[in-house]
C-alpha cells in the first residue's frame, strides 16, 4: 500500500513540476545569474569564469557559488541540445522529484512504519 502510494505521489509531483516548465520563457529570479551562465558554459565562453567580465545588460555571470549546479544544467542542455529554459530547469524539477523521494525514505528509516 505504501508503495503504491509513494509511486502515484512522485508521478503526480513529477508531472506538476515540469507541466509548462518552459514558461515563462525569459530568465526569472537567479536564473539571470545560474541559467545565463550555464548557457555560456555551454557555449564555452571564458568569460563565464572570470570574475571581472563585464556582463551583458539584464544577466549577469555567476562565479560567486561552486559550478556544480551550473554544470549540471549545461550538461542537461548538452544531452537536450537545446537552450531553451525547460533544458535548464529540468535538472532541478528531477532533484524536487528525487527529494520527496530521499524524505519518504528518511521517515522511514526514523519511524519504521
Known amino acids: 500500500m505504501t508503495r503504491y502510494l509513494l509511486i502515484t505521489i512522485l508521478i503526480i509531483s513529477f508531472f506538476l513540476r515540469v507541466f509548462r516548465l518552459d514558461y515563462p520563457k525569459a530568465y526569472i529570479f537567479d536564473e539571470v545569474y545560474h541559467g545565463f551562465t550555464a548557457k555560456e558554459y555551454l557555449k564555452g565562453s571564458k568569460d563565464a569564469w572570470n570574475p571581472w567580465a563585464v556582463s551583458p545588460n539584464g544577466v549577469?555571470?555567476?562565479w560567486l557559488h561552486p559550478p556544480i549546479s551550473k554544470e549540471i544544467m549545461t550538461l542537461s542542455m548538452f544531452l537536450l541540445k537545446s537552450t531553451d529554459p525547460w533544458a535548464f530547469r529540468l535538472p532541478?524539477?528531477?532533484?524536487?522529484?528525487?527529494?520527496?523521494?530521499?524524505?519518504?525514505?528518511?521517515?522511514?528509516l526514523l519511524f519504521k512504519k
Open 92 to 108: 532541478g524539477a528531477i532533484l524536487g522529484v528525487v527529494s520527496i523521494f530521499l524524505v519518504f525514505k528518511i521517515g522511514i
Open 60 to 62: 549577469a555571470y555567476e
